[in-house]
Structures are given as C-alpha cells and as structure tokens.
C-alpha cells in the first residue's frame, strides 16, 4: 500500500475537468487529501469529483482564471469550505494555435490572463492563507515550449509558460521564510486534450518521432510528480521546474 502522503491537506487544483488535472485530483484524494475541483467547465469537474476516492470530501468550485476577481474569490470560497488551504496546483491554461501574424490584442490578453495573470492572483490569495498556516505548496505549469519558443503556433503560449518559470522563482523567494515551497512542472507532451487539440494526427506523431522515450506522457505520469511536490518529501525544494517529458528537452 502507498503512503497517504497528503492525508487531511486541502489542495486546490484548476484545470481539474480535464487531462492533467484530473490525474492530479485523482493523485491527491488517493493520497488522502480532500480536494477542491476548480475549473470554468463546472460540469466537467463535478463528473471528476464524483469519481474520485471518498468523493462526498470534495468539492467542485467554477473559477474563470481569465478573471483575477474570480481567482481572489475562488480562494475564499475553499477556505469557506474547508477551513484551511495548504497546496495550490495551477494546471488549467489556454492553448490555441495561432501563427503569429494572426495574433491581435484579444487573444494576446486572454491567453496572458489566463496562463500568467490568473496563477499569479491564486498563488498570492493562497500564499496568504499558508503563510498564517506556516506550510505550503505551490505547484504551476510551465512548458517544454517555455525553453524552445512552442511547437506550430504556439508563441503566444509559450512565452506565457517562460513568464511561469521566473514566477516560481520570483514566489519561492518571497515566500521560503514562511514555510511555503514554489515549483512548476513543465511537461511536453501529454495524452491530452490541448495536446491533441489543435494538432493533425500526422503532427502528432512527428511530435513522438521526437520523444527519446517514444511516446507521450499519461496525465497520471504528471500527476506522480506534483504529489511528490506537494508532499514533505520535497520539502527544501523550491523555486525549482521540473521536466517531465521522457527525455525531450535535457537543460
Ligand atoms: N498536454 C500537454 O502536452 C502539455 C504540455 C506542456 C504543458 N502542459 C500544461 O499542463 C497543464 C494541463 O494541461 P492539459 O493538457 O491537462 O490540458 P486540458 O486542455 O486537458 O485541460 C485544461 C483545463 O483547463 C481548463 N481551463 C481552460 N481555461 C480556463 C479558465 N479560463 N479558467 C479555468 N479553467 C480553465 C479547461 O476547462 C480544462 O479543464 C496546462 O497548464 C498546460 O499548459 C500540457
């Protein structure tokens, strides 16, 4: 059997209707945690919640991230809730492939708002109630395409996930005195909807071609390495981007 590494921690995860996290809300309710399912497709995350592990301990909260009101406010609602928040995982992004002659001011704000601004908001409402609590978590995501400028109409995306990696760093900074810890994940690909979203199957395997491991990533792959950074385990980690990506891209 495997350790309950967060047993009784309330984690917030976004972006839990789908792909990776989902594999992370999966993770942390096996590991114990009770956890608060966060993402603007409400329906999808409620079908998430009622299949989780002890799924009467969870809880399906809809936030848009575009919005930083909502970011603000979908922490007070958790804390409401539960009575305490101890790790935010920030997995929910917007990708929508666009070459770069293409990109006018609105989809440049969106895609900002969503993927820097919003993680920006929720990490700080979150970081309040853990400092009080004296220990936390702090996981974003980041991207492969933050180290290689993105894939296929991709620019806009990328640059937001290279603006994650100096906000981890920026965070884990901030907070190390009070017992929070600040890391990202950066995947490259994984076996999900944004992955496939937007990508001929024939990109799709040339993508692969490029996988020393030969293939993608499961989202519970991912999922593996935020319980591991959540947990005490990776205690005097922080500020740190962590590749998951079957040997892709070796900084
Ligand atoms: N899948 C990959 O290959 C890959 C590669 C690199 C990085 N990543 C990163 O991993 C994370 C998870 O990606 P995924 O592949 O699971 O994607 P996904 O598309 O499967 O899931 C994204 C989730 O975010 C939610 N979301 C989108 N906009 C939102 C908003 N405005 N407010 C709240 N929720 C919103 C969606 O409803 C969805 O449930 C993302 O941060 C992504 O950038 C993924």
Known sequence: MRDMLLKDKVVIVTGAASGIGAAVAHRYASSGARVAVVDINKVGAEKVRKNLVNNESHRTFYC???????????VADVLEW?????????????LERKQIDDVDVDFM???????????????RACAKIMKSQGWGRIILFSSQGAYTGGYNGSAVYAMTKAGIIALVKSLAREYAADGITVNSVAPAGANT???????SPEDVADFIDKIPMGRLAQPEEIAEACEFLASDRAGYIT????DVNGGMLMR
């Open 109 to 123: 704000n969106r895609t900002v708002a969503i993927n820097m601004t919003g993680p920006f908001f929720l990490a």
């Open 82 to 94: 539960a009575g305490r928040v101890d790790v935010l995982v920030n997995s929910a992004a917007y």
């Open 239 to 242: 500020g740190h981007t962590l």
């Open 64 to 74: 848009d991230l575009a919005e930083p009101s909502q970011c603000s406010a979908v």
């Open 193 to 199: 909807q944004m992955l496939h979203g937007g990508m």
